[in-house]
């Protein structure tokens, strides 16, 4: 996709449990990409807004060894190394574009965290699928000691922070739905700046099940973070709060969590609309 020159670009909207990408194949990723990020994922209805509306917009280019490459650009245009719900919808997307038959699409693609296997069942016509995605290791997250916790608004019980290839700060509260996470998130994230930080607001709701609400960097508040619930699935494990299987409860939706080397994340993925914009159009703001 280079703007300009290749006219007319195909998306295909897609969510995983209410957090949603749009979805397009193209030889590289274009230059262009946090500025069309912007427009297409903006959720505005005035009728000179060009936005489609979404948390992020996926670009899905081949590399040189025969393999799909994934690049993620949040709704601000900022880019995310990986997403374990964008994954899952670009798995989702492979599996219609390649017509893989069989009932299963296995396939590893490049992220700018590593590679990461998914897997999805179902056929290339389905509107939903499930798809597993294995989300690596997590390691050690950003130093979090200048952190203002009662910026939260809530008593925090414990306070960790994971990295997935991607840094989150991970708090285990009474009840998540007590935080003003429209205050408390970006009030959290500011000590990150500039790298920035996911931040999860968790409760223990017994051995096998978490309830998170996600404030997203570089998209805010967001129904789901596939990522974010591996982070706090592992967190919560290594407190001894829960066991290696984890049903992550989120505002969109439930998906489970495999806490292992490596972690791995199971849910479903949405197809929805497909559109077709010219990215010179939405550039120019028509």
């Known amino acids: 996709m280079t703007v300009g020159e290749t006219g007319p670009v195909e998306l295909t909207y897609h969510h995983g449990l209410g957090n949603d990408f749009l979805v397009t194949f193209a030889d590289e990723v274009p230059a262009e990409g946090p500025e069309l990020a912007r427009r297409l994922c903006a959720r505005g209805s005035g009728s000179s807004d060009p936005g489609i509306g979404a948390d992020g917009l996926v670009v899905g280019t081949p590399t040189d060894d025969g393999r799909w490459a994934f690049t993620l650009f949040n709704s601000d245009g900022s880019r995310a190394e990986v997403s374990g719900n964008g994954l899952r919808c670009f798995g989702h997307a492979l599996l219609r574009r390649t017509g893989a038959t ?18 999805v069942e179902g056929s290339p016509s389905d509107a939903e699928v499930r798809a597993a995605v294995e989300m690596g290791s997590a390691g050690p997250g950003p130093s979090f000691a200048a952190v203002d916790l009662s910026l939260a608004g809530v008593p925090v019980h414990h306070a960790a922070s994971a990295d997935l290839g991607n840094p989150h700060l991970v ?35 017994d051995r096998s099940t978490l309830r998170l609400r996600p404030w997203e960097r570089g998209a805010g508040i967001t129904e ?63």
């Open 102 to 119: 069989g009932g299963t699409l296995d396939v590893v693609v490049d992220t700018a965290a590593g590679p990461r296997r998914i897997r």
């Open 224 to 286: 789901a973070c596939g990522s974010g619930a591996c982070a706090s699935a592992h967190v919560a494990h290594a407190l001894g709060l829960v066991d290696d299987e984890v049903t992550v409860g989120m505002p969109g939706g439930s998906a489970t969590v495999a806490v292992g080397q490596p972690i791995v994340l199971t849910g479903p993925s949405v197809r929805g609309a497909d559109h077709v914009v010219d990215p010179g159009e939405v550039l120019a703001g028509g």
């Open 171 to 205: 708090l285990v509260v009474d009840d998540p739905d007590a935080v003003d996470l429209a205050v408390a998130g970006p009030a959290l994230e500011a000590f990150f700046d500039p790298v920035g930080c996911n931040v999860h607001f968790v409760a223990v709701a």
